[in-house]
């Protein structure tokens, strides 16, 4: 449990650097997205930023705060009697801010740029779906189709940039927050004697990790299924205008959304992103460490 913990804390340090290694084509595709009109919240990716930036402050006074109603404080400062009670909560609070700030504030700082720009995809998504859903079916014609699939491409671009630059760092992140996940679990299965200070670092790291690895499944993974409703939508519309004109030779554009393999992100081709798979990663993890216990 004790390497798995470590391991997670090393890791937002390989994540940042690849994504500094990926800079430039990031900002390619944010300032895309600046171009674009799409309907996204950011309202909700604000008061996430927020609740992360201020959750090491918060951690930091309450684990501070805790510990130092414990008889023996030198075990948080490596044995050493640092003196005054003020400059001891001053040094155990500067200590787990840096602890929290480096996992999982980090992981969860990346984790939120990797959901901000797939709720822009489902965003471009739902507004393209509206738009075909708009079209009355006389005036929904090979013109209109052609720049329905014309916009179905651009969109598509982004998707796989989107892959090819987050497929690793998203990795990163999921496995990150497995370790994590691994620890929490089995030192809670090991049923310790756990003091309060513990007690109240084990429930921010639960707060962290495992919000922010449903998060990221439950947002990348809504991409394929606004994806599949915008197949419907499309073919609904067309298979019904092809109905109410009584001409099958008309031209069958629709088959170019159809025939597409359906997109889904994925976390560097070792596991899709999608709503399914959260579930059965749980419950592997679930089984995986309490066999790792009982050994």
């Not at 513990?198 to 947002?219: E, H, P, R, S």
Request: charged share 15%.
């Amino acid at each position: 449990m004790i390497s798995a913990y470590l391991i997670s804390c090393s890791l937002p340090a390989v994540s940042y650097h690849v994504m500094r290694c990926r800079g430039k084509e990031i900002a390619l595709l944010l300032q895309e997205f600046s171009h674009l009109s799409c309907s996204t919240y950011d309202r909700k990716g604000d008061m996430l930023l927020i609740i992360i930036c201020c959750m090491p402050f918060l951690f930091s006074i309450s684990v501070t705060a805790t510990s130092i109603m414990t008889k023996d404080t030198e075990q948080f400062t490596y044995g050493y009697d640092v003196g005054s009670t003020p400059l001891k909560t001053f040094v155990l609070g500067l200590k787990f801010f840096l602890y929290f700030l480096l996992h999982p504030t980090l992981n969860n700082l990346f984790a939120l740029l990797y959901c901000t720009i797939c709720m822009r995809c489902r965003a471009l998504i739902r507004d393209l779906k509206a738009e075909v859903m708009q079209y009355q079916l006389e005036s929904f014609n090979v013109s209109k189709q052609f720049d329905i699939l014309r916009q179905k491409e651009k969109l598509d671009s982004i998707l796989d940039r989107t892959e090819s630059i987050f497929s690793l760092s998203s990795f990163l992140i999921i496995i990150t927050n497995i370790l994590s996940c691994s620890s929490i679990l089995g030192t809670t299965l090991l049923g310790a004697d756990l003091q309060l200070h513990v007690v109240t670092q084990w429930l921010f790291y639960t707060i962290g990790v495992f919000g922010c690895l449903l998060t990221v499944f439950w947002v990348a993974g809504g991409i394929s299924i606004e994806l599949k409703e915008f197949k419907d939508a499309y073919y609904n519309k067309a298979c019904a205008r092809m109905l109410k004109s009584g001409i099958p030779e008309e031209p069958r554009m629709e088959r170019w959304v159809l025939d597409k393999p359906d997109f889904v992100l994925t976390g560097y081709g070792i596991f899709s992103y999608t709503r399914n798979t959260l579930l059965a990663m749980v419950g592997a993890l679930l089984t995986y460490t309490i066999l790792v216990v009982n050994k």
